[in-house]
């Protein structure tokens, strides 16, 4: 995408915001048996956490490209909707974090 497309394209807004959509969604790995079926090597981005702060960090920068491509006025609901979901991940990245806080307290 980066040599197809300028920074700031809309196309490269577009799929870094749905790109950032399916890293949300913590999927569970494949198992070895369909791996061997597909011939397909899986390099999944890490489970829990660490998956949500790359999406959010990939919402963020899929939102400054979309305010640069469409514009405050032009992508306003697609820029409003990578927001929402920016603001959805980091109250759920706060759960995780007192979460483990919690359960850290419990055990000491």
Do not use: C
């Not at 061997?36 to 829990?48: D, F, H, S, Y």
């Not at 032009?74 to 990578?82: H, N, W």
């Not at 483990?100 to 000491?108: E, I, L, S």
Request: proline residues 6%.
């Amino acid at each position: 995408m980066q040599d197809a497309f300028p920074s700031g394209h809309p196309v490269r807004g577009v799929a870094l915001a749905e790109l950032g959509k399916l890293l949300a969604v913590d999927a569970a790995a494949p198992t070895q048996g369909a791996i061997a079926q597909t011939g397909a090597t899986t390099t999944l981005p890490p489970p829990g956490p660490a998956r949500l702060r790359l999406a959010l960090q990939t919402l963020v920068r899929a939102r400054a490209e979309l305010l640069i491509g469409f514009g405050v006025v032009g992508g306003a609901q697609t820029v409003k909707t990578v927001e929402e979901m920016i603001k959805m991940i980091e109250r759920e990245l706060q759960v995780w974090d007192s979460g483990v806080k919690n359960v850290a307290d419990t055990y000491r």
